[in-house]
């Protein structure tokens, strides 16, 4: 779908123009932010392997000649009793009244278990403004009829039902034309130039944190968290960024230092590459490792950390 420039007069939208508030919901690993970046055509959210990846309510903007869809990717929503988990399905709670209508996201490779079921039972209040995404349907291991029947069964009044592949583009305008049915006719919240609203530190930080959950294994990934502690522009091309990741023993500080010093550098490395196709501008990054001790079970970590 191509973008336009059409801006209406007065400061109104274009006639026909429509924007929407989005918010996505889905388990975790079912395809969320994949969808958010294809759609969006940028790295906004970040990915890897591990379920839960996403910790935040992030927002990815889509302009297209029918308007513009202002997506929330929220976090899985995953039925654990851990603080830190209660603290992520009341991101994705809160923003289900809110939003103008809601994606929600089935991974066709797993069984509609019990998870999804609590789902379906959340967004039933909401299911007339609801796109259902079955997601993965490329994949070897897919099993699209039992999640489209899923789907039809558990939301029978959805606004529509769309097969897709997030990761390899298709179903992608299906899913939108969808979206935009259900927007409402309204002037841009954001400028066309906008493909997200989040802060330089932030997206700094989450692609640091990114490289290293996809370096690492087991438990340790969940364990870390990243914060900036000073950003400077030296110079109008340079910026200068001291940042720490954080874990929760000194044995995981240890592994994700790695031998000599290796897997830390190598994080830094490929954090700085990734960043010079995000910025306008060089980023220097000096990269240290900290412990933080349980900090997943701290209420002032979790408040800065999860918003």
């Not at 550098?265 to 060089?282: A, G, M, N, Q």
């Amino acid at each position: 779908m191509s973008n336009t420039n059409d801006d209406g007069a007065n400061g109104q939208p274009p006639v026909g123009a429509k924007t929407a508030l989005v918010t996505i919901i889905g388990r975790p690993s079912a395809g969320k932010s994949t969808f958010l970046n294809t759609a969006s055509g940028e790295d906004i959210a970040i990915v890897s392997s591990y379920p839960q990846t996403t910790r935040n309510a992030i927002k990815g903007i889509v302009n297209t000649s029918l308007g513009q869809l202002v997506f929330v990717d929220t976090p899985g929503y995953h039925d654990s009793e851990k603080k830190m988990n209660l603290r992520m399905r009341a991101i994705v709670t809160d923003r289900l009244a809110d939003a103008d209508c809601i994606l929600y996201v089935i991974d066709s490779t797993r069984p509609c278990g019990t998870e999804e079921q609590a789902i379906a039972a959340l967004l039933k209040p909401h299911a007339q403004k609801t796109v259902v995404a079955v997601n993965k349907i490329d994949d070897a291991r897919a099993k699209p009829a039992p999640a489209l029947a899923f789907a039809q069964e558990t939301l029978p009044d959805a606004h529509r039902i769309v097969p897709m592949s997030a990761k390899n583009d298709t179903g992608i305008d299906d899913v939108l034309r969808a979206l935009f049915d259900l927007a409402p006719e309204a002037p841009h919240l954001y400028g066309e130039e906008f493909y997200t609203d989040q802060e330089v530190d932030f997206r700094i930080a989450e692609v640091i944190r990114e490289q290293a959950m996809n370096r690492v294994s087991q438990e340790l990934p969940h364990a870390i968290y990243v914060r900036i502690s000073d950003m400077e522009m030296r110079t109008p091309n340079e910026m200068w960024v001291r940042a720490f990741l954080c874990v929760e023993r000194e044995s995981q500080k240890g592994i994700l230092i790695g031998k000599g010093a290796s897997l830390i550098k190598t994080i830094r490395v490929e954090s700085i590459k990734k960043l010079r196709k995000i910025f306008p501008y060089r980023i220097d990054l000096d990269l240290q490792v900290k412990v933080d001790k349980n900090w997943r079970q701290k209420d002032s970590r979790l408040d800065k950390l999860i918003t």
